[in-house]
């Protein structure tokens, strides 16, 4: 693992641990309140924040996983660097796309 692939996974952790917490409260809460999808995405239509929110989750999440799964490919198959490096990224690029297409749904769609 290179320096700044670690300072990334590293950095993403301490970014995903406020942002997990603070999405599962999220979940209680409407849950608990009895809150239907429709008006969970009625209150998130249009909310910069939310976008923000939830854009910054995905960025997290995706380096976060990509360097996860590149590390793991690593050292656990005999697939060398460069591929395990080429699928880590093409991970990223997946869940980057993937969660985009989510947070567009979520708040302007």
Request: hydrophobic share 40%.
């Given at each position: 693992m290179t320096p700044l692939s670690?300072?990334?996974?590293?950095?993403t952790a301490m970014a995903l641990v406020p942002l997990v917490i603070i999405h599962l409260a999220v979940i209680i809460w409407a849950i608990?309140?009895?809150?239907?999808?429709?008006?969970?995405?009625?209150?998130?239509?249009?909310s910069l924040?939310?976008?923000a929110f939830y854009g910054?989750?995905?960025l997290a999440a995706a380096i976060h996983a990509g360097i996860g799964v590149q590390t793991v490919l690593?050292?656990?198959?005999?697939?060398?660097r460069r591929a395990?490096?080429?699928?880590?990224?093409?991970?990223i690029a997946l869940l980057l796309v993937l969660?985009?297409?989510a947070v567009?749904?979520?708040v302007w769609a």
């Open positions: 670690y300072l990334l996974q590293r950095g608990q309140g009895g809150l239907s999808a429709e008006e969970i995405l009625s209150r998130t239509r249009g924040l939310w976008a910054l989750f995905v690593r050292e656990w198959t005999p697939l060398g395990a490096t080429g699928l880590g990224h093409g991970l969660g985009a297409r567009y749904a979520v």
